[in-house]
Structure formats: C-alpha cells, structure tokens
C-alpha cells in the first residue's frame, strides 16, 4: 500500500486517552479542539480539514480555497467534540470527527475539483520519560469505507515538515492559503512556495485525498456514516531507543 512506513526495532509505547495517569509515555500527538476554547490543546488528538485550492473566498482571491473543516466543528458540525478512544494491534488512540457531506458538495460546486486533499496537524509534546529527538511525522496507511463510487488516492510530496515538533493548524476556513505568498498553516505538509500538494519523488511522505464518483460533470459524494482512517506514526528518540505513537484519525461524514 502507498504510504507505509515500514519500521524495525521500534519500542510501540501508547499513552492512554487524555494523557491517562501512570506509566510511562515517551510523548504524546496533541492537537486543536476549538469546542473547548479558542487555542485549546486536548491530548491525542489532531485537527484539520479538506481543502479545495482552486476556490475562492468570497473576495475574488481563488488561491485562498475553501477548507471544509473538521476535529473541532466549527464549519460544518455545531461545534460538536471530536470522540476519542483506544484500540491494540497495534497499541493506539483513536479520534473520530465529523465533515458534513453537505459542505463537501458545497465546495465542490463553488469550484469542481477531481479530489479534496486532506490536510492534517498536531504537535508533539514530550511525555515522562526525558528530552524527546529526532522527530519522525508519517501517515502509515489508510484505509476507507465509502459510498458513490468515492474513494481516495495517495500522493509522494515534501518532507519539509516530517521532522517538526510543532505542526498545528489554526482554525480558520480560509486561513490555509495566502494571498499570492504560498502556503501557511498547512500542518504536517510543506508550507513553502510549492505548497503541500507537489508531487515529490523519492521521499516517501503522503498525503491522502478524497475523490468523488459520478465521473465528470456530475459527482457523486459521500454518503452519511462513510468513513476515511488515516493512521498517523511518530517516531522520536529518548536516550538512544526509538519510541513509536500511533493515532487513528477517523473521519465520519454526516
């Protein structure tokens, strides 16, 4: 499958939901719930959306996008929370957040797209076992349940951000993409002059998109209760021994 990171003599050691009491957490995958409060950062958990980056604004400027976004609610879901949880085989937290189908074909209509890549960020935040180094960001697989003829696709891009402490998005539906200056607050993809989306050979690094059924002219999009798991990897290194995170990202559509 595209995208799989493969990864020997790696030490898997999960933090329970919420940072969970005891034991010992290498780090944890921290990011955005704005339910919570404006800035507010919940433990195992991640923010971000889908974007459509020929869109425009609403003022004319077509390479700011439209971001349909999602994990804290406050475009298409009622500021809903994201639900958490945990699963083994492998040891991992889970997140589902919810896009509606309806902002979905929104943007689609405002300007047809082939796929609305999906954009992910978080930040790492060093647990109870000592200094945390040489960072490693990967989205280890994906897999999907989806209605339409939808499916998703994956694409080789930029690195640039693999080894980033910090790859928080902010909360903003059209805050992405600037005007005429590239990309900002792209999370775990590249921000530079290229954008996230570039393809990129060699570097082992995905992002995932979702695609829509119909064939052209006339889509067909997610049906309610469809689903996208993308599984986030970080590795990082605490005195000598490599420690792995892994998180499910679970989008719903509703």
Request: aromatic share 10%.
């Amino acid at each position: 499958m595209s995208g799989i990171h493969w990864q020997f003599g790696v030490v898997q050691n999960q933090a329970a939901t919420g940072g969970g009491g005891g034991g010992t957490i290498p780090f944890t995958i921290d990011g955005i719930d704005y339910s919570l409060g404006t800035n507010t950062t919940v433990t195992n958990c991640l923010n971000g959306g889908l974007i459509n980056t020929s869109a425009t604004d609403g003022t004319g400027n077509a390479d700011r996008g439209i971001f349909v976004d999602f994990a804290d609610g406050s475009t298409g879901t009622n500021k809903q929370q994201s639900t958490f949880g945990t699963a083994s085989s492998p040891t991992r937290t889970t997140q589902t957040v919810h896009v509606r189908t309806s902002q979905v074909q929104a943007s689609i209509t405002n300007t047809p797209q082939f796929a609305l890549p999906i954009l992910i960020g978080g930040k790492i935040t060093q647990g109870n076992m000592g200094t945390i180094s040489n960072i490693h960001w990967q989205t280890t697989s994906v897999s999907s349940s989806l209605s339409n003829g939808c499916s998703t696709f994956s694409q080789e891009v930029s690195d640039a951000h693999e080894h980033n402490q910090n790859n928080t998005i902010e909360d903003d539906f059209f805050q992405l993409i600037t005007n005429g200056s590239g990309y900002q607050n792209t999370g775990i993809y590249d921000d530079g002059t290229n954008g996230p989306f570039a393809f990129t050979s060699g570097t082992g690094y995905y992002v995932y998109a979702l695609t829509f059924g119909g064939g052209r002219g006339t889509p067909t999009f997610p049906a309610v209760n469809d689903t996208i798991t993308i599984r986030i990897t970080v590795d990082a290194d605490i005195s000598g021994t490599t420690h792995s995170v892994i998180h499910d990202f679970i989008i719903k559509f509703i």
